[in-house]
């Protein structure tokens, strides 16, 4: 069965980095898009961007342009997402989920992983 | 403050038939297909209808989807307690490119 396994809770002080990851199982990783979504009590599901492992070909939010980089390791398919200085807004539960295509649902979708920026 | 508009919550007792909608606009619903989520709680979502009106493997029957101009529901008929879960819409936006969701509906099964 199709598998994305997500990187475990993460608790961080504001200003630091984290990368989280997500890694695919049980399909070709290279030849579907791996999104990362959003999700807070305040917001809802908030889309924040794709890469395509196959060439890394990356497109981001507006809202996450910036905010967060995107990257991917087909070699080991796994995706990453990956803040360079957290903010307190950045606490959430963060989704990998893939896609055939860009227009095409979120067909499957990692655990979460629950990030807390606190002081 | 979602781009897709749901109402917060809906409920039923078990048996009957709800519904729930999804608004949007000529950039997104109006031009493209629509999915629906269903969310567990402490779960991920998962997709529960696609292409407006197509069910995954799995999913019962008496989950259906709809779509007409701008908008799209999900109907629920003969409602039973392990449908209780959050329902989120979501479709393609041609001005955001990428996609959108609604604020999802909670549904309580009384």
């Known amino acids: 069965d199709v598998q994305l396994v997500q990187s475990g809770a993460e608790v961080k002080k504001p200003g630091e980095s984290l990368e989280i990851s997500c890694q695919g199982s049980e399909y070709g990783f290279s030849n579907y898009w791996i999104g990362w979504v959003r999700q807070t009590p305040g917001r809802g599901l908030e889309w924040m961007g794709f890469?395509?492992?196959?060439?890394?070909?990356?497109r981001y939010s507006p809202s996450f342009q910036g905010q967060v980089t995107i990257s991917a390791d087909k070699s080991i398919s796994t995706a990453y997402l990956r803040w360079s200085s957290l903010k307190a807004s950045d606490t959430a539960i963060y989704f990998c989920a893939r896609r055939e295509w860009l227009q095409s649902p979120f067909d499957h979708w990692g655990q979460g992983t629950v990030v807390t920026v606190s002081s | 403050q979602s781009v897709l508009t749901q109402p917060p919550s809906a409920s039923g007792t078990p048996g009957q038939r709800v519904i729930i909608s999804c608004s949007g606009s000529s950039s997104n619903i109006g031009r493209n297909i629509v999915n629906w989520y269903q969310q567990l709680p402490g779960m991920a979502p998962k997709l529960h209808i696609y292409?407006?009106?197509q069910r995954p493997s799995g999913v019962p029957d008496r989950f259906s989807g709809s779509k007409s101009g701008t908008s799209s529901s999900l109907a629920i008929s003969g409602l039973q307690s392990e449908d209780e879960a959050d329902y989120y819409c979501?479709?393609?936006?041609?001005?955001?490119?990428?996609?959108?969701f609604g604020g999802g509906t909670k549904l309580t099964v009384l």
């Open positions: 890469i395509y492992p196959g060439d890394s070909d990356t």
């Open positions: 292409s407006n009106n």
């Open positions: 979501a479709t393609w936006d041609d001005s955001l490119r990428g996609p959108v």
